[in-house]
């Protein structure tokens, strides 16, 4: 097997799934703390299920998909299979917090690594991943990418900014999610069926990130377009700007990247 997960909730889950369109799911091993997770989700996607010291002795590029707390105790067990490979491999952390030397400490050697901050949306291949690496060799580096591309947009990021980065996009769909909830709530206040609401608040949203990304303007400047003078619109913008909506987001931002250091010191 080339790409082995060592936990499939959420995030471990949804990297697989891009992984198997990218890869092959006949080239995917899947592992996990409760086995029936990862039987469900490999009989979904294809592909085969073992447990984590098969993950770790077979797998070219082991994908540690564990919480950042769970990762001690899972790099323990599996530390002596890495240590007795001889053929080449790759570890791939998605823990928020913990870096790549730490990975690498707790492994118990200095193993080729690539670290990802991927999101939940990269299950249906709208994901935004960042990455980072170590002593990977070039054509190791492609072969990633390549597998990876079915989970959306991929970006080369200097490791001293990976935290940052995983507390806008890693932790964004959270709040986007809220964010679409509470407009939907708003639409059937007004009148409007719950699942419509919901469709027109998602697909809104959706449409307005596509608009930032392909057209490049500055996203005050695409608010300041849809605020006719005298309009209703700009009554809803000054109500969020007086319940400091924007401080709020970058507050939890914020918020989000203390806690992601902090789990970093353990």
Request: aromatic share 6%.
């Amino acid at each position: 097997m080339r790409y082995g997960f060592i936990g499939c909730g959420n995030m471990g889950g949804a990297v697989a799934r891009a992984v198997c369109k990218g890869a092959g799911a006949e080239n995917v091993l899947l592992a996990n703390r409760t086995p029936a997770k990862a039987e469900a989700l490999a009989a979904e996607l294809g592909c085969s299920v073992g447990d984590n010291p098969q993950v770790a002795r077979d797998c070219h590029f082991i994908f540690l998909g564990v919480k950042p707390q769970v990762m001690p105790g899972m790099l323990a067990q599996i530390a002596p299979v890495l240590a007795g490979r001889k053929d080449a491999f790759v570890l791939v952390t998605m823990a928020a917090g913990l870096s790549m030397a730490r990975i690498r400490e707790l492994a118990g050697g200095n193993y080729p690594i690539i670290r990802i901050m991927p999101n939940t949306p990269a299950a249906v291949g709208a994901g935004m991943v960042q990455y980072c690496s170590r002593d990977v060799s070039d054509a190791d580096l492609q072969e990633f990418l390549s597998a990876m591309a079915p989970a959306g947009l991929l970006d080369a990021i200097d490791e001293n900014l990976i935290n940052a980065a995983s507390c806008v996009s890693g932790c964004g769909p959270a709040w986007a999610y809220q964010f679409i909830e509470a407009l939907a709530d708003g639409g059937v206040a007004a009148g409007l069926p719950r699942a419509k609401a919901q469709m027109y608040a998602a697909q809104m949203l959706l449409g307005s990130a596509r608009l930032v990304l392909e057209s490049g303007q500055h996203p005050g400047a695409l608010k300041d377009a849809v605020c006719s003078p005298g309009g209703s619109t700009i009554q809803g913008v000054r109500v969020l700007e007086e319940r400091a909506f924007r401080g709020a987001v970058t507050d939890a931002v914020l918020a989000a990247y203390d806690k992601t250091r902090e789990m970093g010191k353990g």
